[in-house]
């Protein structure tokens, strides 16, 4: 496509006609400078069309009218003034997006609302790596990512705005091992709460929201990713089998690099490993750590939602046991993951907030 073709294609989103594209680019050749009259000998058009264009380029910002006889139009610079009104535009239509959403969530989010699960097969690495980037765009509490270091840093500006957002990340790179060029770790560190480094990794894996699951093959081969065909999931079963996959042994043949617990920081969870291997660090730090728990009273069945502070943590791997203990001021409440019924409560939704120890 030529840069005209593109040009006009660019105008068309942002709301303006092939003829606006065409006197735009015609000023463009002129040099960015010229009058009406030259426009309409460069591009054809007739004078009053010329004119037209000129005045709604002019109020859209593209353009800027000198007081001079014949009246002269000028570029100021390309650059700035078009991706100006695009990124305007855009922001528009995000903005009308964001509203949409959060309407259409509410919807989704009605009590009582069941969803048969999604299994789909995605073929092509373009339409892989699109599916990273939705996933992490969509994510509102955590991401787990198993992925050469090579690709975590291709999703780089998505993983930093999940952040941002305040999602807990928890990525183990692989096909790289310490010591690690302190430019890439750097990258690596800015956008994970947990950094974990292995030379090994035959597979894709994310794991979001305790939902969302994508498996994909990848080459063996160092700054080659190949995905021929990956598997999507969107089901709770499917992505507790691979969120415990991704700590039973992704994360436990890993090697720990970099921890971001610190006092002040609040990350909400819907995996309990993650919450437990978030809080653990902060512990060992000798922070405190409050908690708020949602989920259901394993006996009972009933819902329940209760504060506290972290007590303990009860690791057994190799039975599958992730617990927190906490002490909600005086009794003592033991908290499983999903389906758990070992516990006291099966958790669907845990909030962490790490706290300095005050010492009188």
Not at 21 to 41: C, E, H, M
Not at 118 to 130: A, C, K, P
Not at 168 to 176: D, G
Not at 247 to 276: E, L, M
Request: charged share 25%; aromatic share 8%; net charge positive.
């Amino acid at each position: 496509m030529s840069v005209d073709n593109e040009l006009e294609a660019v105008f068309k989103e942002i709301g303006l006609s092939g003829i606006h594209a065409r006197v735009y680019a015609g000023l463009v050749y002129l040099g960015g400078r010229a009058t009406a009259n030259d426009l309409s000998r460069k591009t054809g058009l007739p004078v009053n069309t010329v004119y037209k264009a000129l005045k709604e380029l002019e109020s859209r910002g593209l353009v800027t009218a000198l007081a001079t006889r014949p009246k002269t139009y000028v570029i100021q610079s390309v650059k700035d003034t078009l991706l100006n009104v695009v990124r305007k535009k855009a922001e528009e239509l995000l903005s009308r997006a964001e509203g949409i959403a959060a309407t259409l969530e509410s919807i989704m989010s009605v009590k009582g609302m069941s969803y048969e699960p999604v299994h789909l097969v995605i073929e092509g690495w373009n339409n892989v790596s699109m599916m990273i980037r939705l996933l992490i765009q969509r994510a509102k509490s955590e991401i787990l990512m198993f992925a050469p270091y090579d690709l975590v840093l291709g999703v780089e500006e998505y993983l930093d705005e999940a952040m941002r957002r305040g999602v807990y990340i928890s990525i183990v790179a692989s096909k790289i091992f310490p010591p690690v060029e302190s430019s890439i770790l750097t990258r690596l560190k800015r956008v994970s709460d947990i950094l974990r480094f292995r030379w090994h990794g035959t597979r894709l894996i994310m794991c979001v929201d305790g939902l969302y699951s994508l498996i994909a093959p990848i080459s063996p081969h160092t700054n080659i990713t190949m995905a021929i065909k990956a598997s999507y999931i969107e089901d709770k079963d499917i992505a507790h089998i691979v969120s415990s996959y991704f700590y039973h042994r992704v994360v436990a043949s890993s090697i720990k690099v970099y921890h971001g617990a610190r006092p002040g920081s609040k990350k909400t969870f819907k995996i309990i490993q993650s919450a437990i291997d978030y809080i653990s660090e902060a512990i060992k730090n000798k922070y405190e750590v409050h908690v708020s728990v949602k989920g259901y009273d394993t006996l009972t069945g009933k819902e329940i939602d209760i504060k506290g502070l972290v007590h303990g943590i009860l690791i057994k791997p190799h039975k599958g046991l992730y617990s927190l203990a906490i002490d909600t001021g005086g009794t003592i409440y033991t908290i499983g993951g999903y389906r758990a019924f070992i516990e006291d409560i099966s958790a669907s939704e845990i909030e962490v907030e790490i706290r300095e120890i005050i010492r009188s």
